[in-house]
């Protein structure tokens, strides 16, 4: 949907100078709710809400301004005529023309805070989803089954704890940090008990060559995440569909977890290494792309305060990343054999 209409709820005390509204850039039309004049609607489009949202609430104060809505747009009769350029043009609070934040424009931050939400919340849902993806896998892996891994992948239930974390570090909400932290852990630790138990009383052999296929990692596969996770945070915030990026995430995030869940329950140990370090390098991959994405995109909280907080707070876990990646790559040269030659021998 291109565009969205803006829902604004004023009090008694709020100003009714319509006027506001109308020199208010990148406002297409605005119309009054009710015969009070107090409540008004602004149709903008979709990439524009986050700084209309923004500028209204500088110009309101939380006294004044009961409530913002914004709702979507399914068509608009007639077509509105495009912006001219100095409608384009973004000011700060003192009426200074300042240059957009970020290079991706597309969902505000509000619609994107709502949107995944849910994802990192703990519901009777989640845990449903969580153990029919993995029974699923299981059984596609071990069958050696690639339709069946598929619809695993489709149900896509760690997208949305991962994601979660990356934009409450943009946004310094240390809240959802811990709730997204939470949901990723009894997420990934509720596939790994149930795959381990498939794995410790499964009776026939653990070689197929989607499971084995698992159990080793490389370069090539950190790249396939970090496009993962990017590509999952570009369609959510641009308001496209996200189930094939669904998909892709829980390429890189599920079939490893049932693995390892599965070769730990055999008492294969080496294999389950193998699965462990590939999951490792996938949750990695993904926070650090997402983390990224949403750098670039300029997703970052209205105050000020509140801005100094999330910028500490992004840097800190793009170190931890980073530094988390390093580590794993060491491991994964060391595995492959690489890493020896460029260390001197020693008698």
Not at 259 to 278: R, W
Request: proline share 5%; net charge positive.
């Amino acid at each position: 949907m291109t565009h969205r209409v803006i829902q604004i709820h004023l009090s008694r005390t709020a100003s009714r100078n319509a006027l506001r509204f109308a020199r208010m850039q990148r406002v297409i039309d605005y119309w009054p709710v009710g015969d009070d004049n107090r409540d008004w609607s602004l149709l903008v489009r979709t990439k524009h809400v986050q700084s209309v949202t923004d500028k209204l609430q500088t110009i309101y104060s939380a006294a004044q301004m009961r409530r913002l809505v914004v709702l979507p747009v399914e068509a608009v009769i007639p077509k509105p005529p495009d912006l001219k350029k100095k409608d384009l043009e973004v000011s700060d609070h003192e009426g200074r023309q300042v240059k957009p934040k970020g290079i991706f424009e597309g969902l505000s931050r509000d619609e994107l805070l709502e949107d995944v939400v849910q994802g990192a919340t703990i519901t009777r849902t989640f845990f449903l989803l969580v153990i029919f993806s993995t029974i699923v896998a299981s059984i596609g892996l071990i069958e050696d089954n690639i339709a069946v891994v598929i619809g695993a992948m489709v149900i896509a239930p760690l997208l949305g704890p991962n994601i979660a974390l990356a934009l409450a570090t943009a946004l310094g909400d240390v809240g959802l940090m811990m709730r997204a932290v939470k949901t990723n852990l009894l997420g990934v630790g509720l596939s790994l008990l149930l795959s381990f138990g498939i794995g410790a009383f499964w009776v026939g052999p653990l070689d197929s060559p989607e499971l084995i296929s698992r159990t080793d990692v490389g370069f090539d596969g950190i790249a396939l995440a970090l496009v993962s996770g990017a590509a999952a945070v570009l369609s959510l915030a641009s308001g496209t569909s996200s189930v094939l990026v669904g998909v892709m995430v829980a390429v890189a995030l599920l079939p490893p977890a049932t693995t390892l869940g599965i070769f730990l329950g055999a008492g294969n140990y080496p294999l389950a290494e193998g699965a462990g370090l590939l999951l490792a390098v996938n949750v990695v991959c993904v926070n650090l792309a997402a983390k990224v994405t949403f750098l670039l995109k300029g997703v970052q909280p209205l105050e000020w305060y509140d801005k100094q907080k999330a910028r500490k707070a992004m840097g800190l876990y793009l170190l931890f990343w980073i530094l988390t990646l390093g580590v794993l790559s060491v491991v994964i040269m060391r595995r492959s054999g690489l890493l020896p030659a460029f260390i001197p021998m020693t008698s």
